[in-house]
C-alpha cells in the first residue's frame, strides 16, 4: 500500500521539437485507492506514469511515495525499488521468454522464494488463464492474451503501487469483466494503490474510485463536477 | 536522413580505401599505404610514421565524424520494403551476384582445375597456411563475439560512441602502422612479463608467438563486434529494459537475461565479419606473422607476385570454400527463430537455477 503525492510536476519531451507536456501537475492518491487517469490523445498521460515509474525526471516538481521524496529534478530513486508494477501501452513483451518465463524473471528478484513463491505464480497463472499458455512464447500469442501477460507480469513482484496505461486494451467484453474482476481482487487482497489510463468507463468504473482528467498540461476537473473542488494547479484526487 | 546514411558510407568507403593495402600493393601503385609498408620492411618506423601522419589525422577526423553521424534511425522500420522486393532490385540483386561471386569463382575453378600441379602447391605449401589462417582468425573472432557480450551485459542502455570510434581509428588506420605499434606493444609487454619473473617470465617464454598476430585481427576488426551490438540495443525496445528495471533487476542481470539473448544473432554474425576479415587481412599478417608460422593472405600474397596464379586460385578457392562451410554452419545455428527464442529461454533458465541454486 503506498501512497502517492504528486506537486506541480513539469516536463518537456522530444529533442528536436521540444514540447512541453506537462505544466505543473498536481495531485495526491491515498494509500489502497484508485485513480483513473483520462485525457486527449497525446495530453501526456504516459509521460506522467513514466514520471511516476522514475524511468524519466521531471523538469521541475516532485513526486512523494509515502511521504519519501522519490523524483525530483536532482534526485530520483532507481526504479527497481519504488515496487511499482507497470502495464505498459505497447506492453513490452520480452520477445525470448515464455509466459512462465516472463513471472520467473520477475520473481527472481522478489524476495518471496521457495514454495510461497511457486504457489503465487501458479495463482497468477491461474488466475489470468495462462496455465495451458506457460510454454508460448510472446509471438504465439494473441492479441489479448499479450494483455493478460502484461498484467500478470506487472503483478509478480512485491509491487506496492501499479501503474497501468490502458491495459485492457484488446479484451472483449466477457473476458474483460473478468479480468477487471482479477485486478480488482488482487488490488484488494494486496492493498495496491493503482492508477489506471483508460477512456472506459466501465473499466473506470469498476477499479477506480476516483478520476483525474488530464488537459493542457494540468489536472483538469472532470466534467459535471465543480471547478472550486480542484485548487489552482489541479489538486485533484485529495479525499 | 538517407542523404546522411549514404553520405556516411561514402566516407567509410573513402576511410578503408585510403588505408587499403592489399590491392594497391598488387596494382603497384604506390598509395600511401604501400610507402608506410615499404619504410617499415626497410626497418625505418620513423620515417614511416612520418609518412603515416597525414593519414592518421584523416582517419581520426573521419572516425569522429562517422561516430557522430552513422547510426541509424532506431525509429526506422528496419525491414520495409524487403517483402516488395523484385522487378529491376531483383535484377540488380542477380547481376551483382553473378559479377561479384560467380565470376570470380568460376575463373578460380578454372584455374585450380586447369592441372594437377597447381592443386598439388596448393595443398602441399598452402595448406599449412590456411590451418594457421583459421586458427588465428577462430580466435580472432572468438575474441569478437566476447567483446561484443561484455559490452552489451555491462552496458545496455548507454551508448558507446568514443569506444565505436576508437575502434573505426584501429579498422582504418595503415595495417603496416599499426603492426609496428603493437611489434613495439607485445615488445614492451614481453620485456615487463620478464622483470617479473616466475610465471610471468614462463608466460612470456611459452606464449605462442602467434598471439600477437591473433590480438591484432581482433584489435583491427574490434570496430564490428561494437558497431553491430550497438545496432542490435538501438533496434531493442527500450520499455524491454525498463521492465526488468521496474521489477527490480540490476544492470547486469538486464543486459545478461534481456538485452544479450535479443543481441546474440548480431554478435555471431559481428563474428562472422571478423573471421572471414581477419582470413583475408595482409599488411598486419605480414609484419606480425611468426617465423615458421605463414598466415594465408601472406602466402597468397607471395605466390601471386612470383605469378604462380593456379595456386594462388586453388587456395582461394580453398580458403573460401571453408570460410563458407564455417559460417553456413554457424548460420544454419542461428537462422531457426525458434532456435533464438530457445536460447534466450533456456539461458535464462541456467541463469536462474544458478541464482537459486
Ligand atoms: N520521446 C518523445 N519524443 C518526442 N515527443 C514525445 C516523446 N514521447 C512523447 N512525446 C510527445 O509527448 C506528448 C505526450 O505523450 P504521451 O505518450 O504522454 O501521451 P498520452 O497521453 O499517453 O497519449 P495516448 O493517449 O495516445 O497514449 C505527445 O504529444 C507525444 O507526441
Ligand atoms: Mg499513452
Request: proline fraction near 5%.
Amino acid at each position: 500500500m503506498s501512497e502517492l503525492d504528486c506537486q506541480g510536476l513539469a516536463k518537456t519531451v522530444g529533442e528536436s521539437d521540444r514540447a512541453a507536456v506537462l505544466r505543473g501537475v498536481s495531485f495526491h492518491v491515498r494509500a489502497g485507492s484508485c485513480v483513473g487517469l483520462s485525457g486527449a490523445t497525446g495530453s501526456g498521460k504516459t509521460t506522467l506514469l513514466r514520471l511516476i515509474a522514475g524511468l524519466e525526471a521531471p523538469d521541475r516538481g516532485e513526486i512523494r511515495i509515502d511521504g519519501r521524496l522519490a523524483s525530483s529534478p536532482a534526485w530520483l530513486l532507481p526504479p527497481g525499488q519504488r515496487r511499482i508494477g507497470f502495464v505498459f501501452q505497447g506492453l513490452g513483451l520480452w520477445p525470448h521468454l515464455d509466459v512462465a518465463g516472463h513471472l520467473d524473471y520477475v520473481l527472481a528478484a522478489s524476495p518471496l522464494k521457495g514454495q510461497a513463491r511457486a504457489r503465487h505464480k501458479d495463482d497468477l497463472l491461474e488466475a489470468f488463464r495462462l496455465r495451458d499458455l506457460r510454454r508460448r512464447m510472446p509471438a504465439e500469442l494473441s492479441g489479448g492474451e499479450k494483455h493478460l501477460l502484461a498484467i500478470a507480469r506487472a503483478l509478480a513482484g512485491e509491487v506496492r503501487l501499479l501503474l497501468l496505461d490502458e491495459p485492457f486494451a484488446g479484451l472483449d467484453g466477457s473476458l474483460k469483466s473478468r479480468v477487471l474482476e482479477t485486478v480488482a481482487r488482487y488490488r484488494r487482497a494486496r492493498g495496491l494503490t493503482a492508477i489506471l489510463v483508460s477512456h472506459q468507463t466501465d473499466e473506470l468504473n469498476a477499479l477506480c474510485e476516483e478520476r483525474l482528467h488530464l488537459r493542457e498540461g494540468h489536472i483538469a476537473p472532470p466534467l459535471g463536477r465543480q471547478a472550486s473542488a480542484y485548487g489552482e494547479g489541479g489538486g485533484g484526487a485529495r479525499p | 536522413m538517407a542523404k546522411g546514411e549514404l553520405a556516411a558510407g561514402a566516407l567509410l568507403v573513402f576511410l578503408l580505401a585510403s588505408g587499403d593495402f592489399t590491392v594497391s600493393s598488387l596494382l603497384l601503385v604506390r598509395t600511401l599505404p604501400v610507402e608506410i609498408h615499404d619504410q617499415l620492411a626497410l626497418g625505418r618506423p620513423a620515417s614511416a610514421a612520418w609518412t603515416a601522419l597525414p593519414l592518421l589525422g584523416f582517419v581520426l577526423l573521419a572516425a569522429i565524424v562517422l561516430a557522430r553521424r552513422a547510426a541509424p534511425d532506431p525509429e526506422a522500420p528496419a525491414y520495409a520494403g524487403a517483402s516488395r522486393r523484385g522487378g529491376w532490385a531483383h535484377w540488380m540483386l542477380l547481376a551483382g551476384v553473378a559479377l561479384g561471386f560467380v565470376a570470380p569463382l568460376a575463373g578460380c575453378a578454372a584455374g585450380a582445375f586447369g592441372g594437377i600441379e597447381p592443386a598439388r602447391l596448393a595443398l602441399s605449401a598452402g595448406l599449412p597456411a590456411l590451418a594457421v589462417s583459421v586458427r588465428l582468425a577462430a580466435a580472432a573472432a572468438l575474441l569478437a563475439v566476447l567483446l561484443g557480450a561484455v559490452r552489451v551485459v555491462c552496458w545496455p542502455e548507454q551508448s558507446a560512441a568514443p569506444l565505436r570510434a576508437a575502434g573505426l581509428v584501429l579498422l582504418a588506420v595503415p595495417g603496416a602502422f599499426l603492426a609496428a605499434g603493437l611489434l613495439m606493444s607485445g615488445q614492451f609487454g614481453r620485456e615487463g612479463l620478464e622483470t617479473l619473473g616466475g610465471a610471468g617470465g614462463s608466460l612470456s617464454r611459452h606464449a605462442p608467438a602467434s598471439v600477437l598476430l591473433g590480438l591484432a585481427y581482433f584489435l583491427r576488426f574490434a570496430y564490428l563486434p561494437l558497431r553491430l551490438a550497438e545496432e542490435s540495443l538501438r533496434g531493442m525496445d527500450p520499455v524491454l529494459l525498463e521492465s526488468a528495471e521496474l521489477a527490480g533487476h540490476s544492470r547486469t542481470s538486464r543486459g545478461l537475461s534481456i538485452a544479450l539473448p535479443l543481441a546474440w544473432r548480431h554478435l555471431l554474425a559481428a563474428g562472422a565479419l571478423v573471421f572471414v576479415l581477419a582470413l583475408g587481412e595482409l599488411p598486419v599478417s605480414q609484419h606480425l606473422a611468426p617465423a615458421g608460422a605463414t598466415p594465408l593472405s601472406v602466402w597468397l600474397f607471395a605466390e601471386q607476385h612470383y605469378g604462380y596464379t593456379e595456386a594462388v586460385f586453388a587456395l582461394s578457392l580453398l580458403a573460401g570454400g571453408s570460410a563458407a562451410l564455417l559460417l553456413g554452419l554457424a548460420g544454419l545455428a542461428a537462422s531457426t527463430s525458434a532456435g533464438t527464442a530457445r536460447f534466450g529461454a533456456s539461458g535464462w533458465r541456467f541463469f536462474r537455477a544458478r541464482r537459486v541454486s
